[in-house]
């Protein structure tokens, strides 16, 4: 029977071959190609962020801007209000109503908009009509730190993730890539960590027991075998760290699942 993987072009193929070889040998990786425009691409350092904002709208072109929080959205809309009080300046991320999303992705204004979008613009919606990006080059990933919390940090995307944000630009037409960033190119990784490898998984381990499985048998002392079962391998320490706290609030044992709690 043959199977056929569809991935989005961020992902790493070369894992994906890898962890399907023993399964079958020479896996082909077939690139559909897209229709895209040329996309100038432009380096400023970080402080002209602003600078470049304002000379693209000048060109009265639409532009999508790339942020890492709620809060700096709100914070660059607030200081754009103030250089351009006569463009329409809209924020994009998650927590928006979703005719607010429609509105964007429909461009029901009259004229070019300015919008500051966390990377839910990278990864979730494609918006066809932006003439500039404009990316601080940073985003907000998820991370358990040394103590077993969960904290959301910012971190320098990758190079992946750099390419993906300037083909925003070139969906229609051409297009520009401003980067407002000190950092090289370069020195950026390929690929950014996997959830599986930073967080905690204490969803996963829950589903495992429900389905049956020792988790001290089958996962914990089972990392010899994790490459038949994971693509990437999660976190040896993270991953005691969610069974220990399952194991405390009663949750491992299916005996204690029914119990009523005051």
């Given at each position: 029977t043959m199977k056929l993987i569809l991935t989005s072009a961020t992902l790493d193929e070369q894992i994906l071959q890898d962890f399907f070889s023993p399964i079958s040998k020479n896996i082909p990786v077939l690139e559909i190609p897209w229709r895209t425009?040329?996309?100038e691409k432009i380096f400023e350092k970080e402080k002209k962020f602003f600078m470049s904002i304002w000379e693209q709208a000048e060109k009265w072109k639409n532009i999508l801007i790339f942020v890492e929080w709620k809060r700096e959205i709100e914070e660059t809309i607030l200081v754009l209000n103030r250089m351009l009080p006569s463009n329409i300046i809209v924020p994009l991320h998650a927590e928006i109503p979703i005719e607010d999303q429609k509105a964007i992705l429909n461009?029901?204004?009259?004229?070019?908009?300015?919008i500051v979008s966390t990377n839910i613009a990278e990864?979730?919606?494609t918006i066809d009509y932006i003439d500039t990006v404009v990316d601080r080059w940073n985003h907000k990933v998820s991370y358990?730190?040394?103590?077993?919390?969960?904290?959301?940090i910012t971190e320098p995307i990758s190079?992946?993730?750099a390419k993906q944000r300037a083909w925003r630009a070139g969906r229609t037409h051409e297009?520009?890539?401003?980067?407002?960033?000190?950092?090289?190119f370069e020195n950026l990784p390929e690929y950014w960590s996997t959830q599986i490898e930073r967080t905690l998984l204490e969803r996963e381990i829950l589903i495992w027991v429900a389905k049956g499985f020792d988790i001290k048998k089958q996962v914990l002392n089972a990392k010899k075998r994790w490459k038949q079962v994971f693509i990437h391998e999660p976190n040896i320490r993270l991953l005691h760290i969610a069974y220990e706290n399952l194991k405390m609030l009663w949750a491992i044992e299916k005996?204690?699942?029914n119990k009523k709690w005051i």
């Open positions: 425009f040329p996309v461009k029901k204004y009259k004229q070019p908009v300015i990864e979730s919606l358990c730190n040394h103590n077993g919390i969960e904290e959301l190079k992946a993730n297009g520009i890539y401003i980067r407002t960033n000190n950092e090289n005996k204690n699942w």
